[in-house]
């Protein structure tokens, strides 16, 4: 995907303020093993059930589409997406908690949704919690419509009861 543009993330919490900001290069790069201990500090710090060393790289050598969004040397989030035989399904996508509310998500499905159309795909799925409300504005914002739910489809936090997962869909 190797796309770059032009935009001014949010520096994290802990970075000291500059007098004058300069703008970075945003560009998508392949999610490689050589960032996936960059990949796991986020997918940690921003799930309660992250995926695993072993999820990221049995869908690396799956050879699913896995994308990273770097501003210089921030990754700002990622995407890993499985292609079907005319549909994709969203695995994973995640922002970064520091550049969270920004606008990422939607630069991570809009890359997403330009590559499933270039490879032909008819349609675009995905699940999220069903308390997951900000995702599910976000996917709806983008064009998602709801299709369908799985029960109990998502570990709960500390072996409580699974949560169900909304399927959202979008026709591509």
């Known amino acids: 995907m190797d796309e770059s543009m032009s935009a001014l ?18 560009r ?22 992250p ?5 990221f790289t049995d869908a690396i050598a ?3 589409q896995a ?4 501003a ?28 969270q509310r920004q606008g990422w998500a ?10 499933a159309r270039r490879r032909g795909a008819q349609w675009l799925w995905l699940e999220v919690r069903v308390s997951n409300l900000r995702a599910q504005h976000v996917y709806q914002a983008q064009g998602f419509r709801c299709v369908g739910e799985r029960k109990r489809y998502y570990p709960a936090a500390q072996g409580g009861w699974r949560e169900d997962a909304m399927i959202m869909s979008l026709a591509l």
């Not at 995926?51 to 999820?55: E, K």
């Not at 939607?106 to 590559?115: C, K, P, Q, Y």
Request: charged letters at 15%.
């Open 9 to 26: 993330p949010t520096p994290p919490a802990n970075a000291r303020p500059a007098r004058r900001q300069a703008r970075l290069e945003v």
């Open 28 to 49: 998508f790069e392949a999610l490689t093993l050589a960032r996936l201990d960059a990949v796991l500090a986020v997918e940690q710090s921003a799930y309660p059930n």
């Open 51 to 55: 995926w695993t060393r072993g999820n």
């Open 62 to 64: 799956s050879g699913y």
């Open 67 to 70: 994308q990273v969004l770097m």
């Open 72 to 99: 210089g040397e921030h990754l700002l989030g990622y995407f890993v997406a499985m292609m079907g035989v005319d549909e994709v399904h969203l695995l994973n996508i995640t922002v970064a908690p520091a550049f």
């Open 106 to 115: 939607r630069v991570l499905l809009d890359a997403l949704t330009l590559w």
